[in-house]
C-alpha cells in the first residue's frame, strides 16, 4: 500500500535550519546553557541524589540543539512529525527535565523539578516514558537509547517510504555518553544503522571522557570516529562547549547521506570550579560550597530554581521556533486525500485495522477444519500470513534466523539500505539490537514490530525486552525453537529456565500456545495489547491440532482453560502448556480409561491467567483432586498452580543433545512417565513390582 | 606474591613456529584439510543434523594452525602451558570433533564420530566443554567464545606475571566467524583485549561472507578489519584456502605487540559441487548426491568416516609435534624451587589455600563481635579484603561501578596495558564482556574470578552467565544494588524479577545475605563452589548485623535456616532473605508480644536448601502455622514455601523512583504490613473497623 503519490518529490517544505537564521548571541546562549547548568546542579543538591555531571557537560550541545535545530512543539509534543530527541545517557536526566521547564512544556512545572526523583514526582532518576511530555523513550540502562534511536529513524524512513516527505520527514536526534558507547549494544545498532544508511540519524556524543571508575582510558582505548567510520556513518568533530562549531557539525551531519556521530568535546561537569573534568562530577551531588562557589565565577546571582525573565522567555521563543512549520505541516496534512489521512492517523494512534477480527475468525475456522499438524512455529507462519494482510503496520524481521523463525510472510519484502517500502528487517546476528530497534520503531509510532529469534537467545536481548515492558510497548518476540523439543543442537540452545524467567518479568506477557488455533488466539492477544509486548514461545517440532471445537471465543484470552474436561468431580486435574498439552491429553485419556476422571487445564499465558477474576481462577486451581503439571522447563511457578506436593513433570537441569523425540524420553517428559506418577500417588503401594 | 623471579626473562625457551621447519607439501595439506571435509560432512550425514559449512570452509585454516603452530599435546590435554584454541563458531563443531580424533585425542574415536549429535555421545551438537578432552569451552552462543578467549589470554598474562616466562608462556588462538563478530559482545570484548594490549591473542575470522538469512551483505556493511583497527588491533588478510597464506599471516600474528584479527577468506562448504558458497552449505546435511559429487570432485574414493592410513598418521604426527616442547616444560617446571611448584599447582587445581578457613572464621566472630550496621555490598568488601589476602588467585574487577560494588580491596592493584601483575580489572561499561570473561579467566585455570557490576544489569550479562552455570565454572557475580533499596534511580536500576529469574537458572548460586556475618558465611560457599557460579545480590542499604550467634557453623550453607525460633509451635513462619529479614524479624518481636508464637527463616541460598534432606527440608516448610514469605522482589517462586494461599509480601510490578524508606513504604514491604497482613489471616474480621 503507497499513499500519497506525488506528495513524495515536494523538498522546499521543509524548514531548513541555517545556523546563520538563527544565530543565538555568545552571552544569550551562555545564559541560556547556564541556565540548564543551575537548574541541575540546584536539583541535584535538593534531592541530594543524582547526576549534575552530565547535564553541566553537555548543557552547550544541547542549547544548540533544542534552540536552533531541533523541530519540535512543545505545545503539541504528540505531533507525528517531530525531530526525536532520544537522551540515551539517562542518568542525566536533569539536562531533559531541565529543557522540558525552560522550553514550556505543558505539565513541566518549576516545582517537578523542586521534586526531582522524589517519589511520585515526574522527574524520576532517570527519564520515564509517559512520566511526562516531552520523553520519547525510557532511558538509564545504558546503550539503549540510542538502539531505540536507530529504531525511530528506521520507523522515520519506513513510514515516508508509505505516506510521502509531505507527511514523513524528521530527524532523529541522540545524546549519548561513552557508557553509551561501550555496551556491545551500541556496535549492534550503529552496525545496523550504517548497513541500512539512516542518514537522519545524528548522534551526538558527550565525549567527556570519565567513567564512573574514573578516566575512560582505565578500560578503553578504542578510536569511536575510527569504529563508527567502519560502520558506515559519517564521522565529525567538535568542541562541545563552542556553540558555533556545534551548529556547523549539526548542519554538516544534516546534509550527510549516511547516519553521523558528532564527538562533541566536553568537559563533564562544566563550570563547577574544582570538580568539573573528574568522576567526582558525574553521579553525586556537588556540594553547596562547590556550587555557591560556581554562582560566583559564572557570575550567576539567582537563587535556586530561579530563571530569570530575560533567560526564561529567550527559552520559551526556542519553543515557539518551530510552531510554524508544525501549522504548515498541519496544512499539508489536511490537504491529503481522506483515506490516506484517515489510515495515517489510525497507525499513528494504534488502532487495529477494522478487517482484523474477520480475517482472524476465517483462520481460525480453517485450522479447526484442516487440523493441521504442525509446528506451532510454522502455525505462527500461517497466521502472520492472514494478518500481515490485513493489519499492513506489522513491520517482521528476524536475528538472522528467518527460515527458523518463521517470521517472513509473502508481504514482507526486504527492507534494505535506501529502499524502505518493504517491510521485513534482516537483523542480522543482533538479538540485542533487535529488541532496542523494535522498541524504538514502537515508540516512533505508525508500526506493529516483531522479530524472531531463538527463544534461549532471549538471554542476549533481556537488556532491551525488560524496556518494553517497562515502557508497555506493542512489541512482540517470536521465540521459537522453545524446549529440549529442538533436539540435536543441544543444552546452549534449548531453553529451560527461560519461560520462568520470563514470566517473572513484570508486564511481559508470556505466551506458549498448544497448538495452531492457540497460536492464532495469542496472536490476537498479542497485537491488542497496546500496553504490553508478547513473548510467542513457538515449538520447533510438529503438534497436533487440539482445540477441535469451532468457538469464535479466544480461550486463550483466560491464560488457562480446561481443555479437555471429565464428568463429574476430577480426581486429576494436569496442567500443560505448549508441546506438553497433547501428553497432558494422551496421559488423561489413558487415566480416564482407567477410571480416574482427570481434566486437562491449557495454560497459554500464566499472566492472563492471573488477571482472571478469583471464581474463575479458583474454577481452574482448587479441587480437582490431584494436580499435575507439565512443561519442559524448570518448575518454578508452577507450584502456584500444584502446591509442592504436587506432581511436576520437566526439566530439573540443563537439557542435552539429541534427536527430540529421544530427549524426551531421556527427561522422563512422556505420557507413560506422567500416568506413572499419577498412579503411584493415588495407589501409593503400586502393584507393579 | 611472585613467584619464579628471574626465571621471566628467558627468551629462547619458546617453540618458535616457523613455517619453513613446518612446510607441509601441498598434497599433504590438501589430504589432511579433506579429512576434515569428509569426516564433518559425513557425521552431519550420518546424524541427518547440524553443520557441514564452516568444517569445510575453515579446514585449511584447522590443519595450518594444528599441524604448524599450535602448542599442545593430545596426551596431556591439561597441561597447564599449552596454547589454547578456542572454537567460538561452535556450530561447525564437527571440525573440532575431526581435529581431536585426527590428532589422537584420547577417548575420541571414530565411533563418537559416528555417534555425532547422538543422545549421551562426546560430539554433541555444539562443543561441550568436559564432553571430551581438547574442548576448552562450550561453545555455540555466537561471540561467547571470542569473550572467553579474552580472559584466557588475560589469565595468561596474569599467570605470567607471577610465575614467569618459563613456567607460562602461551598463546589463545580463535576460531570465529560471521556471527560472532556481529554480536555486541564481541564488541566488548575486541574493546578490552585491545585496550589490554594481549598481543598473545589471535582470531582467524573464517570470513565467508554467508550468514543463515543469505549473504552477510543482507544485514551487515561493517569493515571489520577498520573495526578492530579502531580498538587498537593488528589487522591481517588472507586467503583462507592457501596454506602459506595462512602460515604467513599467523607468524605475523604471533609477532605483533597487539592483539590480531587474520581475516581468512574462505569459501564456506568448500568443496561441495553446488552448494559451496552458500547458505545452503551453513546449518543442514549436504544430501548424498551432493556428497557423492564431492568425492568425485575431490579424488576422495574411501567410505565415510574411513581416513587411509597415511593422512591419519600424518595428522597423528602432527599431534606429537610439541610433545618435546611440553617436555621441556616439565623440565623446567621440575627446576623450580618447590614452594612455587607446588603454589602453581595448587592454583591449577583450583584447591583454596590452607588458610582460607581460619581467616574467615576470625573475621565471622569480628563481624559476631562488632555487629556492624552496614550494606552487604559493604559486608562483602570487607569480607574481600580478609580473602583476598589468603587467597590470592582472586582476580576482582567491575563493570564500571567499583565504588557501588565495593569490589576492589587493599591486595588488588589495577590490571593495565602491558601490566599484569595487578589483581584488579576496570572491565569497563561491557557486562557481558565481563562475564565471557571472567569465564575465560575460570577456564584458563589458576584463577577465581568475580567481577561487579548492579544486580539489575545482570540482564545486560546473563548469556555468559548461563554458560558459567552450564559449564559449571567457578565465577562470582558481586550484584549489588539489588532491591528498590537502591532508590532514586528509579525502575531502570531496580531488580525485581532477577532474583526469580536467576533462581529459574539451573546450576546457578543466588545467595542474597541478610547481614555481614551472612555475607561472609555466603563468600565462603561461592568460593568452596568449584563446580557452579555463584551470584552475591547484595544491598545498597545499610543493614543490622542479626546473626549474634557465635558459631563457626556456616548456617548459610543450609541455604535456609531458622535465624529466630519460638517456644513451642509456631503458629505463624516468615520466610525472608536480604534485606528483608530485619523486616521479619521485627514483625516476629511484635507478634511474639502478641502471643503469636513466630518464627523467621532465612533463606540465603534457595538452591542450596533444594539439596538438604528431606528431612531437614521438611522441618523447614512443613507445620510451623501460616506461612508468610517477605522479599523486594516478585512473588514467582514463594509459593514453594508459603503455598498458593500463604502471604508474600514483596513486589508485583515494577519498582519507583524516590528515597529507599519511601519506597518500601509505598509498596507495603515494611514491619507493619507484615503483621497487618498476619493478623488479617489469623483473625479474619478485624476488629480495627
Chains 1, 2 share one sequence.
Not at 274 to 283: E, I, L, Q, R, Y
Not at 293 to 303: I, K, N, T, V
Not at 581 to 604: H, K, N, Y
Request: aromatic share 6%; net charge negative.
Amino acid at each position: 500500500m503507497m499513499f500519497a503519490a506525488g506528495l513524495g518529490t515536494a523538498g522546499t517544505h521543509r524548514f531548513q535550519a541555517l545556523p546563520e537564521q538563527n544565530m543565538t548571541s555568545p552571552d544569550t546562549h551562555r545564559d541560556m546553557a547556564n541556565a540548564i547548568r543551575f537548574l541541575s546542579a540546584d536539583a541535584v543538591e535538593a534531592a541530594n541524589s543524582g547526576h549534575p555531571g552530565l547535564p553541566m557537560g553537555a548543557a552547550d550541545i544541547a542549547t544548540v540543539l533544542f534552540s536552533r535545530f531541533l523541530t519540535f512543539d512543545p505545545r503539541a509534543p504528540h505531533w507525528a512529525d517531530r525531530d526525536r530527541f532520544v537522551f540515551s545517557a539517562g542518568h542525566g536526566s536533569m539536562l531533559l527535565y531541565s529543557l522540558l521547564y525552560l522550553l514550556g512544556y505543558d505539565g513541566v512545572g518549576i516545582d517537578d523539578l523542586k521534586a526531582f526523583r522524589q517519589l511520585g514526582s515526574k522527574t524520576a532518576g532517570h527519564p520515564e516514558y509517559k512520566h511526562c511530555e516531552g520523553i520519547e523513550t525510557t532511558t538509564g540502562p545504558l546503550g539503549q537509547g540510542l538502539g531505540n534511536a536507530v529504531g525511530m529513524a528506521l520507523a522515520e524512513r519506513i513510514m515516508n517510504a508509505r505516506f510521502g516527505d509531505a507527511i514523513v520527514d524528521h530527524r532523529t536526534y541522540v545524546l549519548a555518553g561513552d557508557g553509551c558507547l561501550m555496551e556491545g549494544l551500541s556496535q549492534e545498532s550503529i552496525a545496523l544503522a550504517g548497513h541500512l544508511r539512516l542518514s537522519k540519524l545524528i548522534v551526538l556524543w558527550d565525549d567527556n571522557g570519565i567513567t564512573i571508575d574514573g578516566d575512560v582510558a582505565l578500560s578503553d582505548s578504542t578510536d569511536q570516529m575510527a569504529r563508527f567510520a567502519a560502520s558506515n556513518w559519517n564521522t565529525l568533530r567538535c568542541d562541545g562547549h563552542d556553540q558555533e562549531a556545534i551548529a556547523e557539525a549539526i548542519t554538516a551531519a544534516q546534509g550527510s547521506d549516511r547516519p553521523t556521530l558528532i564527538a562533541c568535546k566536553t568537559n563533564i561537569g562544566h563550570g563547577a570550579p574544582t570538580k568539573a573534568g573528574s568522576a567526582k562530577a558525574h553521579g553525586a551531588p556537588l556540594g553547596a560550597d562547590e556550587i555557591a562557589q560556581m554562582r560566583e565565577a559564572l557570575g550567576w546571582d539567582h537563587e535556586p530554581f530561579e530563571i530569570p525573565a530575560a533567560i526564561l522567555d529567550r527559552w520559551r521563543l526556542a519553543g515557539l521556533r518551530s510552531s510554524t512549520h508544525r501549522k504548515e505541516w498541519e496544512r499539508r496534512f489536511a490537504e491529503i486525500d481522506a483515506e490516506t489521512r484517515g489510515e495515517f492517523e489510525r497507525r499513528v494512534r494504534g488502532d487495529l485495522p477494522s478487517g482484523f477480527t474477520q480475517a482472524l475468525q476465517r483462520c481460525k475456522r480453517r485450522f479447526n477444519e484442516e487440523r493441521p499438524e504442525i509446528a506451532t512455529r510454522k502455525a505462527s507462519e500461517l497466521a502472520l500470513e492472514v494478518l500481515n494482510a490485513v493489519v499492513v503496520e506489522t513491520i517482521g524481521g528476524s536475528a538472522d534466523l528467518t527460515g527458523s523463525n518463521n517470521t517472513r510472510t509473502s508481504q514482507t519484502d526486504a527492507i534494505a539500505p535506501g529502499e524502505y517500502a518493504g517491510r521485513y528487517i534482516h537483523y542480522g546476528i543482533r538479538e540485542h539490537g533487535m529488541a532496542a530497534a523494535m522498541n524504538g520503531l514502537a515508540l516512533h509510532g505508525g508500526i506493529i514490530p516483531y522479530g524472531g529469534t531463538f527463544l534461549v537467545f532471549s538471554d542476549y536481548a533481556r537488556g532491551a525486552m525488560r524496556l518494553s515492558a517497562l515502557m508497555g510497548l506493542r512489541v512482540v518476540y517470536v521465540l521459537t525453537h522453545d524446549s529440549i523439543g529442538l533436539g540435536e543442537d543441544g543444552p546452549t540452545h534449548q531453553p529451560v529456565e527461560h519461560l520462568a524467567s520470563l514470566r517473572a518479568m513484570p508486564n511481559m506477557q508470556v505466551f506458549r500456545p498448544a497448538d495452531a488455533v492457540e497460536t492464532l488466539e495469542c496472536w490476537q492477544l498479542a497485537l491488542e495489547s497496546r500496553d504490553a509486548p508478547s513473548v510467542l514461545a513457538l515449538s520447533r517440532q510438529s503438534l497436533p491440532t487440539l482445540r477441535l471445537d469451532q468457538h469464535d471465543e479466544n480461550k486463550s484470552a483466560r491464560g488457562a482453560y480446561e481443555i479437555s474436561s471429565t464428568s463429574g468431580d476430577a480426581e486429576v486435574t494436569i496442567y500443560a502448556t505448549g508441546s506438553e498439552v497433547q501428553i497432558a491429553l494422551a496421559a488423561s485419556t489413558i487415566l480416564e480409561a482407567d477410571g480416574i476422571p482427570t481434566r486437562v487445564v491449557s495454560v497459554p499465558c500464566v499472566e492472563l491467567f492471573d488477571r482472571q477474576s478469583p471464581e474463575y481462577r479458583s474454577a481452574m486451581l482448587d479441587n480437582g483432586g490431584l494436580k499435575v503439571a507439565i512443561e519442559a522447563g524448570v518448575r518454578q511457578g508452577w507450584d502456584h498452580f500444584v502446591g509442592r506436593n504436587g506432581i511436576f513433570i520437566g526439566m530439573d537441569g540443563f537439557g542435552a543433545s539429541g534427536p527430540a523425540p529421544e530427549l524426551y524420553e531421556h527427561f522422563g517428559i512422556t505420557t507413560e512417565a506422567v500416568v506413572a506418577a499419577v498412579r503411584a500417588r493415588l495407589a501409593p503401594e503400586p502393584e507393579e513390582s
